[in-house]
């Protein structure tokens, strides 16, 4: 085994505030599964032990940073380590402890996302650290270890459930809160601070059973035998696609909750539409198939391409299609149409859904609009098509609802401008 020496990078000041009598204020986990060690054979730890290098970091230093590469796993050989996430921007919250013979950062490896936490250590901690490749290799040759490790993440999974009821109940919380308010002014302040409270705490718990999806997807194709990976293959493909769909969206959500989208962040390129449209629609077609709904495209080969951040505006049409998705009644059809106008690309989804009335027509456009009394099959926060018109705007366009043909249903319009073309030409 390897040794390595690891510089002491110390926490920021926020970071070392949110440290300070750690052990004293928070209790421990209740969680009584075996840590990860335990759960494999000796000959597992053997190989384990035998493939990774051995790294130490003193008290109160850094191991890694939330956002870093996910380039190694770490199990905990002795010490203590503080999981740090930032919910609120320069507000560090503590997610919980890992102590000896427990693992860390397999998320990030796994699911080959950058890391979705800081590592502090808490004591003095001795480290062993398996690199992504050497661990690879390990879950190919040796699925026992995949299995603990899934194992481990199905914990997480339901230790994020138990999570996700505390938060309901903290949101129940504040909203009696601001019931108790008086002043009007005062409530609506409050109003706002509750909502973005509410869907930081929402979004940054939905991370964490994402990413198990995420992982487990991944550890099934690395360890599942060829003969029984061929007949889902494509299953998996799907699964791991939606899983990254939905932790981009759940990233994109909670921007969209604490700022205007900035039209300086976009990667402005040429995009296919064409591509990206049947992308979006191929991706919604299970969903939509089991709500018997079906999905038509219908876009020209030759349409041209605008200039735009391909990744953002694939969300935006992922958005408008889990909305008519969950709005369309059984036997339903949903419409994908785009077309040149004007010096511009128009883009629509039209749905025989229950429309929008005149009244919220602009009002589901807005931070957390909801149109009272419409219940669709899931339920959100009012920040999807929020985003959506925050990232058109920001490209130049415009995007609106209108009634679909026949006054039935809902047409979602967004228009793209084409670089050198106008409405005048």
Known sequence: ?????????????EVQEALQGLTDSVAEPSDTA??????????????LVSQAREEWHEAGSV??????????????????IAVIKEVSEGRP????????????????????????????????TDLLCVGAAEFSELVA???????????????????????????LHEEQDLARRVERLTGEADRLAELARVRQETVELIVHDLRTPL??????VELMRASLPKEALGPMADVLELAGRSSERLLALVEDLLKAGRQEVPGAALAFQPVALVCLLDRAVETARLSAAQADIGIVLEVPKD??????????????????????????????????????????????????????????????????GRVPGLEGRRQGFGLGLYFCRQVVQAHGGRIWVEPGPGDVGSRFVLTLPLEGRSDDE
Not at 34 to 47: A, I, K, N, S
Not at 105 to 117: D, H, I, K, L, T
Not at 147 to 157: E, G, K, T
Not at 211 to 216: H, L, P, R, T, Y
């Open 34 to 47: 075996p840590p990860f060690m335990d759960r494999l054979t000796e000959d597992d730890r053997q190989v």
């Open 303 to 368: 349409l041209p391409m605008p200039r735009g951040d391909t990744a953002q505006l694939e969300r935006v049409v992922d958005n408008l299609l889990d909305n008519a998705v969950s709005y369309t009644p059984a036997g339903g059809k949903i419409t994908v149409t785009a077309e040149e106008r004007g010096g511009q690309v128009e883009v629509s989804v039209t749905d025989n859904g229950p429309g929008v009335p005149p009244q919220h027509r602009q009002h589901v456009f807005e931070r957390f």
């Open 141 to 167: 040759e040796r699925p026992s270890i995949s299995w603990a490790i899934l194992n481990v993440l199905n914990d997480r999974l339901y230790a994020a459930d138990v999570a996700r009821t505390r938060i």
């Open 1 to 13: 085994m390897a040794e390595a020496d690891t510089p002491s990078e110390k926490p920021s000041p």
């Open 93 to 124: 919250t503590l997610l919980g402890y890992r102590g000896a013979g427990e693992i860390v950062g397999e998320m990030s490896v796994v699911s080959q996302q950058p890391r979705f936490a800081s590592l502090i250590a808490v004591e003095a």
């Open 63 to 80: 191991i890694c940073r939330e956002g870093d590469p996910g380039d190694a796993l770490y199990i905990v050989k002795s010490g203590r």
């Open 211 to 216: 990413a198990v999806i995420d992982g487990c």
